[in-house]
């Protein structure tokens, strides 16, 4: 199957300031992002996701590198020429205007017919579930309110990307569980592109399709949710997206081994490299079997799971996650010799 | 309760002060309405109650000339003071800081500092040429000159709807297709709106008080009602300056009820 492609980013840079005091926020950043796709930006805050993303929107021109649109260099339109539409972190609801003045405003500048703003603003209000709201004012709402009617005024023209600059942020947890799921329906329904912007992990791997990791301006790795989780490049990636366990190792031979001799990889190239194992493919079997020596330093409880932390030869930590029993502690009491194995498949090995 | 931090209200005095104030403040006031309604010719003696001053003030075809001539240089003098403050809003708050801003916002305030006396001597200095070259006589003078010094006060309020303002919303209009002039007659202005009609109030009530720069700079036959009223004390004291000053306080409470009215709404 060929997928299309709607936005691209060639090669695009953004460098904020001049001489000593320039900022560049944006790094040589190339992606393609295919039609109907949820796609999902994640990093640390301060590393490019708003920028990228009002590059996309025309809000800020990239310094160096173009923008696409099924094809077409959009990179010098103005934001009101571009058909793509925002979500904004803080709504940017037009406080004068009502839910439906402000989901119509969008039909109303493309100048389509007053019978045909009616029927789409209706059908909008109806996909938020937001019908019975339609004469309020912005400030008469709540919160996730809100947000649904940013979300439908975004929607509302069709537009061919839908850009959405962390979302839902300013929502409590439970709202914002709520929100994923409707976001989701919402992409479903209208098979447009979302562009989703977070610093949430989970709500990245729950939600995407694929995700971009950035970091200080650059983009790191794309991937789908698995490929990002089980195959990072690099440790920064490993280290963002869930937890993980960095051990130092070296290459030699075509064998991984670690500190304590263990061969735990197979590898080409020679040098020292670290080995990167989740929590939850460490298993901890009885001292004495085959396995890495360790002793437990501490448990602690987390609901569902237990986190063994344990101290291998050489001070290294390892924690594993381990499912807590119904009762009673996980069985293992500080001090206590175990050895530890990973499983199958679940070692990368990362370049120093 | 365990308020501690500074009271002004616990100050030793502070309720004789306050009342003091109020008093130094409303009595006159108070005083002057009441005269207002007195039946005696005196100023002081009071001789029963009477409308007689607002009728003589209503008959008065002077009266009527002066008032209508206030009225008719502040509605000019607010429209066009309240289009130039909206201007020079716009110019200097919708951008990050630029060279020069600290310079423009004292220009844009200055008249508010410079004593009246002397802004009126500079104009009347001014005009007398502008007078001579062209040998225009009419309204225009003071309208130009009110226009110029209530610029300030339309300035303030609204620039500070201005600040208040959530600039994303326009970046939120051109998301939606809006093109500039769209953004800023569909989001900007409407949002604006209250700002501008309290800057215009107040550029209306100061510009129907002002006696200085009037006196310097109107010909004869152009008297404005304060003007007229400076006029007839200098020859009698009458009641019948109390009741347009009664008059004038009524519509300048009225206009500032309102410019309250509508600053507070926002909220
Ligand atoms: N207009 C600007 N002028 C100067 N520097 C800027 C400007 N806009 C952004 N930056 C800088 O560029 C970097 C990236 O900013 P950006 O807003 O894209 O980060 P972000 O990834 O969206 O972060 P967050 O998760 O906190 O929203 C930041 O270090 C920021 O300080
Ligand atoms: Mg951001």
Redesign the pocket.
Known sequence: MTRETTVEAKAVGKT??HGTSA?R?LDNVSIRIDRGEFFTLL????????????CIAGF?SPSVGTILLSGRDITAEPPNRRPVNTVF?SYALFPHLTVTQNVAFGLEMLGRPKAQVAATVARMLALVKLEAFAGRKPAQLSGGQQQRVALARALAPAPEVLLL??PLSALDLKLRKEMQSELKRLQHETGITFVF?T?DQEEALTMSDRVGV?SA?KLLQVGTPREIYNNPVSRFVADFIGETNFLPGVARGGVVRLASGEAVAERVANGPVTVAVRPEQVRIAAAGTRGIPALVARCVYFGTDTHVHMTLEGGVEVVARVQSPPSGDAGFAPGAKVVVLFAPDSVQVLDD | MSDRSFSVARVPGFATIAVTAFVLLYLPILTMVGYSFNASTSVSEWGGFSLQWYRLAWENETVKAATARSLIIASFAAVISTAVATMAALGTTRRGSFRGQTPIYVMINTPLMVPEIVTAVALLILFGVVRQVTGYQGLGYLILAHSAFCIPFAYLPIRARLEGMDLTLETAAADLYATPWATFRRITLPILTPGIMAGAMLAFVISLDDVIITEFVKSAGQDTLPTYMLGALRRQLTPEVNALSTALLALTVMLLTAFFLTTRKRN
């Open positions: 904020f300031g900022f926020a990093g640390p805050s301060g590393c490019g996701k708003t920028t990228l993303l009002r800020e972190q600059d962390e912007v610093h950035m301006g």
